[in-house]
DNA sequence: GGATGTGAATGCATTCACAGCA
DNA sequence: TGCTGTGAATGCATTCACATCC
């Protein structure tokens, strides 16, 4: 998967996220009504940068208003492709992976975990919430079964490249990576890495003194 | 805390640790000597950011033959900041947090969970691991008296920032942050952040059909 | 007056391409 | 020949600044 479609810069991408949490807060405070400067102001970006990036999708805002919250907020659930629900399934079922099926913030965000694997024998059959962990080898059946596009991938590091090539072979579109490795797939499938050891290191280095 | 120290683009300084984790797999096996070019390939960049990247920071490399993967190991280790051990703190003790403390990878890579705290009473006291919660009116003083620097933060959204404005009076310098919310913290203050549900949109994005 | 949306200008980061060294 | 280190050139992203609209 390489560059993005929709002609806009990946960085604006990214901050699509940011804008519709911030729009969401609002939301609960029951703000009708935000400005590119307030949202701006609230994520330490310039008003400039939250204009371009919102009208790189469309023209959403009024001028000498601002923009109206709850429908931004439709609309960036719709460019995101998270107002309807995308079926998710959890490889790796060890502390981390557990403790991402206990969260409950996927749903409202549009993700629902529908089942769980393991390639550890011993996890196989034990129950995670409401989902019991499955073998590896039921993967491609299940995957295909309940539709699923997204695959959490939260297994040892040396285990993360074989279950991707498995992931590779199903109707898995992306991969949200917590193992510290980086995945060889094919271009038809997106990844994204969350690599905490290598997070911590930026902070060291931030805050080193010299 | 503002920009990057050292003159060296931000980006530059992201990828050091992906070149680091691939020299620790080249150390496995045993290799002595990489060059810009092979380092390049497995990391999906190309051999000029390489070789850039690395010369922001000092002369490593010998024309003709590469670099030396141990040599640069130190070095890149010592540009972290992470070739001493630095003690941690984990803030919040629910699922996330207990599976974070049960990660074994932490230590190799320079960072020792030495404490850990929750506001939450029927948490206190519990162990995790080898340590047992605190109350967070202790913070200040363990944090003081076991001299730490960094804190991961892996509490609820709501809790984030009054946590982090209580991390913020002690001697606290880096923060890593699982919570969905920006933190504003004074810019002596360095935060990485972590959101798991936006890396979902992200790849949600990604792989739309639209 | 108070906003947006957007070309033009600026500022960064990446890539090129090559001099110089082993 | 094979490779690094690095100025110069390119390519992106951000910011500026203003015409336009409520």
Chains 1, 2 share one sequence.
Do not use: W
């Amino acid at each position: 998967m390489s560059p993005t479609r929709h002609d806009a810069p990946n960085p604006a991408v990214r901050r699509l996220s940011l804008y519709l949490r911030q729009l969401e807060a609002l939301h609960e405070r029951s703000v009708r009504t935000v400005s590119s400067r307030r949202l701006a102001e609230t994520l330490a970006l310039t008003d400039a940068q939250v204009r371009k990036d919102l009208a790189y999708f469309g023209q959403f805002g009024r001028p000498g208003v601002g923009y109206e919250v709850d429908p931004l907020i439709h609309r960036l659930r719709h460019i995101l492709g998270t107002d309807t629900v995308s079926n998710t399934v959890l490889i790796g079922t060890g502390n981390l992976g557990r403790a991402l099926a206990a969260y409950d913030g996927f749903v409202p965000k549009g993700f629902q975990l529908v089942a769980c694997f393991d390639g550890d024998e011993k996890k196989v059959g034990k129950k995670v919430g409401p989902m019991t962990t499955q073998p590896m080898k039921e993967l491609a059946a299940t995957v295909t079964k309940l539709d699923v596009r997204l695959a959490i991938l939260a297994v040892p590091a040396e285990a993360a490249q074989p279950v991707a090539d498995a992931l590779a072979k199903t109707t898995i579109r992306g991969i949200l990576n917590f193992a510290p490795v980086r995945l060889k797939v094919p271009d038809t499938i997106g990844v994204r890495a969350l690599d905490v050891a290598a997070e911590l290191e930026q902070l060291s280095f931030l805050t080193r003194i010299d």
